[in-house]
């Protein structure tokens, strides 16, 4: 199981020795987000923008504009939050084919606390007209992404976390923008996710089938666009939909779940589960999921809770 | 310690006749912001000079193919003096002056500030302040990277030059070398509103309001950045060429060059020369009417002999080194 970033530098390098337009800029954080990887193999076309992120994005959308596919390389709550009007003036306004790479997304990214956790990126970026906006869930998922990424023309946001995460979309997988992927079927709660976060929600989904729950997961892995038929399919004609992000409870996919919910004409129960209104704080990963109620312990006690009690077999 | 490169006299220019386009294109200006009671006027006016020159002297540009991909790149940073630029345009022949009667209403290519996804021949869209460098920042990595050798220009403003993005591809350009790019500075002493002159301050023809960049040495702050500083007079067509032609040779010691260009705001409008007020404003009846004294065209057909019609010898493609002129 290799760490997230480790997949991406690894196939920024071979999207760069299959396509000599590809380009990366970096503010000062290669090392971290491992996209020195592709400094060392191809040191001509990787720009150090230095401590400096919103430039970085100006300079991503001149190098778009004659011919190359830039890639960023930062920590996300520096392009999504810090760079944000260039992104939205010069990126997203303008449709440059700049790939928005941001790295360190969510609440695991070591012990630095709330300066450098982004929960509310998702938010940000769904909310930017002709922004493809993307959070893979694993290895395999991530390398189809970038493979798709690269060949699309337009501006992408990726959204990307620091450490190693399960399996959970088979090898054959491909990548199809606003598809959605049904993962388990069951009737009395489906639970929706996305990122690395769905393979928590398919552990609770295991913790509630074997308490008798039958339980529908449903993984998101473009949040932007996305296929409303096809999500609300996958959702299923369930009495309690409950979603679940490492991402602030507004904006990103519960909201999303709930607007295409409720434009239906009899929408079902639905709660979202992420970080409530609040900032976050230098732990551990482990603290982090648990406070937050993501961890599959507490992400199937707190569906439990919210079905109707049933005697305890 | 660097001196400051001065911009020597021009060689004679042919073809175009510089004054009367910038008087034109000053004209357009005030009544297009006169009809659509919106837009911009002492900043559009005080790059005119600047931008004609390129437009009509240096760049290497097709306006009949607006993507030429060996074309100069333009970046209006200064996104408010849309209109300026959209004068401009229209007298190379990028589109008709009749358009400019859209100017700022719905569906219009011609949009309050640029933007690259409606008019062909911008290259960048800009308007929140700053963020133009950075663009060109790029747009020069990309011409060294693809081996191509046009140069990238940046107009900006001195109020917006505030903006700490600025300051952030200042450094990035001249850490990577990046003689293909030119910063060119309006340097009119004013912004929108800005902070009320002293005793201290007052000695400029500002009226009531205080240089931005009173008691900074601007062109000291450059050199210090790493970048090769020309100061120019804005409206003096000889001294514009030569800054140009010194800009594209590029700087043997590698460095990028600024060419802040000393400019009245509002220059060419006697009402509104050196006014804060005249940033943004619709003209009076009465002020229009006086500008039309003042600029309008003697010969009404000046303004349909223009368009479409590019002066000999200003078309980069039919004779691509003829303004890479000697170093002055």
Known sequence: MKAMRDVWGEKLVQLGDSDPRT??????????????????????????????????IGAAAGLASVGFVPWTSSFTVFLTHRAIDPIRMLVAQTYANVKIAGSYSGLLIGAVGKTHLDVQDLAIMRAMPGIVVLAPADETELVSMMDWATVHEGPVYLRLVRDAVPDLVGSDYSFTPGAVHQLRSGNEVTLVSTGPQTSRVLTASDQLAASGVSVSVVHVPCIKPVDSDALLDAVGDVPLVVTVEEHSIYGGLGSLVAELLTANRSAPRVVRIGIDDTWGESAGNDFMLAKHGLSAGRISERVRSLLPSRVAG | MTSTDTAATAQNSAAPDLPGLARQARWQVIKTVTNAKAGHIGGPLSMMDLLVSL???????????????????????KGHAAIGLYSVMA???????????????????????PDLTRLPGLDASTGSLGQGLS????????????????????????GEIQEGMVWEAVQVAARYQLTSLTAIIDR??????????????????????????????????????????VEL????????????????????????????????????????????????????????????????????????????????????????????????
């Open chain 2, 55 to 77: 437009y009509f002297g240096e760049l290497r540009i097709r306006p009949e193919e607006p993507d030429w991909p060996e074309r100069d790149r333009f970046i209006l940073s």
């Open chain 2, 91 to 113: 007298l190379r022949g990028f589109l008709d002056i009749d358009e400019l009667a859209t100017f700022d209403k719905g569906d219009s290519r011609l949009q309050g500030h």
């Open chain 2, 135 to 158: 663009v060109g920042v790029g747009m020069a990595l990309g011409a060294r990277l693809a081996q191509k050798d046009f140069h990238t220009w940046v107009l900006l403003g001195d």
């Open chain 2, 188 to 229: 009119n002493g004013l912004q929108q509103f800005g902070l009320p002159s002293t005793d201290l301050t007052t000695h400029t023809d500002r009226g009531d309001r205080r240089d931005p960049w009173f008691g900074v040495d601007l062109s000291a702050v450059f050199q210090a950045f790493g970048w090769r500083v």
């Open chain 1, 23 to 56: 380009v990366v800029l970096d503010g000062d954080l290669a090392n971290s987000t491992k996209a020195d990887k592709f400094a060392r193999a191809h040191p001509d076309r990787f720009f150090q923008m230095g401590i400096a992120e919103q430039n970085l």
């Open chain 2, 233 to 328: 007079d804005g409206h003096d067509y000889e001294q514009i060429a030569a800054a140009y032609r010194l800009a594209r040779a590029g700087d043997p010691n590698g460095r990028p060059t600024v060419l802040i260009a000393h400019t009245v705001k509002g220059k060419g409008l006697s009402l509104a020369e050196g006014l804060h007020t005249w940033h943004s404003i619709v003209p009076t009846k009465e002020d229009f009417e006086k500008a039309r004294s003042e600029l309008e065209p003697d010969e009404i057909d000046l303004l349909d002999s223009y368009p479409h019609r590019a002066p000999a010898g200003v078309d980069g493609a039919d004779s691509p080194t003829s303004m890479n002129g000697a170093e002055a």
